[in-house]
């Protein structure tokens, strides 16, 4: 069965900071993984995803993610945050799959940026 | 960019009552998913349909839930009857042919029954 763990139910950081938000999966194989931002209200807005080859992947809005497959982790980061940054992030995993390919999401991080 | 759309964005009904929720996949997609999001809960999957059956579904599928593709546009989930605890947002994806591994989400319709 594939699970995603986000160990970070809330953080907060400083506009302008830097932000590294956790995730770590379990699944038999390698992966398929991405990263979905949400805003209050909103849909999920796909902001990258690992399939196979270069490990560090970039995404919209100046996110990055890092696929490490000794850690079983994929960690969303991104150098400088901007208020518009706050929303619920969310860390999903998908396995290969003719036909079904559900994806299984982690819980969560809510993100928060302080003036 | 194609999108996947959803109807209605809101929708209130009674408990006991059927509803259908209305998704119209990306045109050419193969494979289609309802999922839910209970409030301040995370993205749950409820099914994946292909080939015009249901590939999986999970254990909140059960028997008062169906999925449809009447036609060749549009992606139904049907309640028949409502519970409170479905109260909830309603997320249908679609996904092309076998290969193109990216799930496109709609915007959600945001269930809410009394």
């Known amino acids: 069965a594939q699970s995603v763990t986000q160990p970070d139910i809330h953080i907060t950081v400083s506009e302008g900071a830097s932000l590294e938000l956790r995730c770590n999966y379990s699944?038999?194989?390698?992966?398929?993984l991405f990263w979905y931002v949400q805003s209050p209200g909103q849909g999920l807005q796909l902001l990258l995803k690992?399939?196979?080859?270069?490990?560090l992947v970039q995404g919209i809005k100046g996110f990055e993610a890092e696929f490490k497959r000794s850690q079983s982790s994929f960690n969303l980061r991104k150098p400088s945050v901007h208020w518009s940054d706050a929303a619920e992030y969310f860390c999903?995993?998908?396995?290969?799959?003719?036909?079904?390919?559900?994806?299984?999401f982690g819980d969560g991080t809510t993100l928060t940026v302080k003036p | 960019e194609p999108e996947v759309t959803q109807t209605p964005s809101h929708q209130v009904t009674q408990m006991g009552q059927e509803v259908i929720l209305r998704c119209v996949p990306i045109?050419?997609?193969?494979?289609f998913y309802w999922y839910r999001q209970i409030l301040g809960q995370k993205v749950e999957f409820l099914v994946s349909?292909?080939?015009?059956?249901?590939?999986?579904k999970s254990e909140i599928f059960d028997d008062q839930f169906s999925v449809e593709r009447p036609d060749g546009s549009n992606f139904t989930l049907k309640i028949r009857s409502t519970k409170l605890e479905d109260s909830a947002m309603y997320f249908c994806?679609?996904?092309?042919?076998?290969?193109?591994?990216?799930?496109?989400f709609g915007p959600g319709t945001r269930l809410l029954v009394l």
């Open positions: 690992y399939f196979s080859g270069d490990t």
């Open positions: 045109s050419n997609h193969l494979y």
């Open positions: 999903a995993v998908r396995g290969y799959n003719t036909n079904a390919g559900k994806s299984t």
């Open positions: 699944y038999g194989a390698t992966p398929y």
């Open positions: 349909f292909y080939n015009n059956e249901i590939s999986e």
């Open positions: 994806a679609s996904r092309g042919r076998q290969g193109q591994e990216t799930q496109y």
